[in-house]
């Protein structure tokens, strides 16, 4: 917006400077001209600046992932399937160790959810309690550490079921291991 009306005031300035006179003339049609002039710089200029926010990104791609690449409403292990071209067998099977350790995991979770509330109520409580928010920190803590565990299971138990070039593949996407 602050573009905007910069460019606006810029134009305006330009037309002052080419015409020698200012938007307060007495010629009627002068000053009409001036106006759709500047309505029209105006939507060409939002135009383009929505052009240029958007440009990046594909049909269905979120301006929080990778421009370009839509996200898939079934999550992020679909999107992998595709990548890595899944048999049917695999997808299966990937389905059901993802599906087990989300069930396994569901109490962890919700122990965390309970334990952000409970550090929340001690931030905005009026007397500081440490012993309640040190007991509530190393429960979570200990809740991260479980949850480290279960997704490198899981990443292990699926990775046991790839073919050795979906591995490859696998490993080559991964970016964090890019500067390895």
Known sequence: MHFLVSFIIAAHSFV???????????????????????????????????????????PG????GPPGMASDPRGPENRMAKILNFSESQQTRIKAILDSEREQTKPLFDKMHELRKQLMQA?????????????????????????????????????ALLTPEQRELQRRLRPEMKNE
């Open 123 to 159: 931030a905005e409580a009026s007397a500081f309690d440490e012993a309640a928010v040190r007991a509530a920190a190393e429960e979570q803590a200990k809740i991260d550490i479980e949850l480290t565990v279960s997704r490198t299971r899981t990443q292990s138990r699926i990775n």
């Open 61 to 64: 791609a979120r301006p929080d």
């Open 16 to 58: 002052i400077h080419k015409t020698g006179r200012v938007f307060n003339t007495n010629d009627g049609k002068e000053q009409a001209m001036r106006k759709r002039l500047m309505v029209v710089v105006a939507a060409v200029m939002i135009g383009c600046g929505t052009g240029v926010v958007l440009a990046g990104y594909g």
